[in-house]
């Protein structure tokens, strides 16, 4: 088991920061022809969740690591990876093309009495051409989340409980920028807590303040 350290206060200046809401990572990794598994099923990245699920309920200001940066990533696969108790995001994916996550493992509920708060599978920004498929997915939040000027995936072959599913969103959060999220294309996924697999929504549009 890969497990987290719980010093909460080391992660807010020593996370490798992206480009999108204040996100931060425990790892962040980049390049071209990058092949990523684990083949020995018990090596299982943890992290440690009920510090930093109390955390955020004492102090929503705070910085949560998520598990995996992936900036400006090009034909590349991640598989076979089992991932807990992270304390936000699993995947982030910035300014990528052409990767593929298959064959992932997620447990992301949580045994403290604060609920588990934006534990999205893989959420994506500014990347394309993507195929997302073989996931077994337990959470509280979004399985896949499609952030703006996301084109291209193919997301297949998902298995997700307590999930709100596919989301869209936010899109028109900054004043100027251009959002575009298309060629968005989800087949053979079950959803059991939800009436459909795929619940797409789009939130949160600028208003003038």
Same mark, same amino acid.
């Given at each position: 088991? $890969? +497990?987290?350290? &719980?010093?909460?206060?080391?992660?807010?200046?020593?996370?490798?920061? +992206?480009?999108?809401?204040?996100?931060?990572?425990?790892?962040? /990794?980049?390049? =071209?022809? #990058?092949?990523?598994?684990? =083949?020995?099923?018990?090596?299982?990245?943890?992290?440690?969740? @009920?510090?930093?699920?109390? +955390?955020?309920? =004492?102090?929503?200001?705070? /910085?949560?690591? #998520?598990?995996?940066?992936?900036?400006?990533?090009?034909?590349?696969?991640?598989?076979?990876? &089992?991932?807990?108790? +992270?304390?936000?995001?699993?995947?982030?994916?910035?300014?990528?093309?052409?990767?593929?996550?298959?064959? #992932?493992? $997620?447990?992301?509920?949580?045994?403290? @009495?604060?609920?588990?708060?934006?534990?999205?599978?893989?959420? &994506?920004?500014?990347?394309?051409?993507?195929?997302? %498929?073989?996931?077994?997915?337990?959470?509280?939040?979004?399985?896949?989340?499609?952030?703006?000027?996301?084109?291209?995936?193919? /997301? %297949?072959?998902?298995?997700?409980?307590? =999930?709100?599913?596919?989301?869209?969103?936010? /899109? *028109?959060?900054?004043?100027?920028? &251009?959002?575009?999220?298309?060629? $968005?294309?989800?087949?053979?996924?079950?959803?059991?807590?939800?009436?459909?697999?795929?619940?797409?929504?789009?939130?949160?549009?600028? *208003?003038?303040?």
């Amino acid at each position: 088991m $890969i +497990l987290f350290t &719980t010093d909460t206060d080391y992660w807010q200046s020593n996370g490798f920061k +992206l480009d999108f809401q204040n996100v931060v990572a425990f790892f962040k /990794l980049g390049r =071209s022809d #990058m092949h990523i598994y684990i =083949s020995n099923k018990s090596v299982r990245p943890n992290g440690t969740r @009920k510090a930093w699920y109390d +955390l955020y309920a =004492s102090n929503s200001s705070k /910085l949560r690591p #998520m598990l995996l940066g992936i900036h400006g990533q090009e034909d590349s696969t991640l598989r076979d990876l &089992t991932l807990r108790y +992270l304390p936000q995001y699993y995947y982030f994916n910035v300014n990528a093309s052409n990767v593929v996550f298959a064959d #992932m493992h $997620i447990e992301g509920t949580s045994t403290s @009495k604060n609920f588990a708060e934006n534990h999205d599978g893989v959420d &994506t920004y500014c990347s394309k051409d993507r195929t997302i %498929q073989d996931w077994n997915v337990n959470n509280g939040d979004d399985c896949v989340s499609f952030k703006p000027n996301s084109t291209n995936f193919l /997301l %297949q072959n998902r298995y997700y409980n307590g =999930s709100h599913g596919t989301s869209v969103g936010p /899109l *028109r959060q900054y004043k100027g920028e &251009t959002d575009i999220v298309s060629g $968005i294309y989800v087949y053979s996924n079950r959803c059991p807590t939800r009436p459909t697999a795929c619940v797409p929504r789009c939130c949160q549009a600028w *208003r003038p303040r």
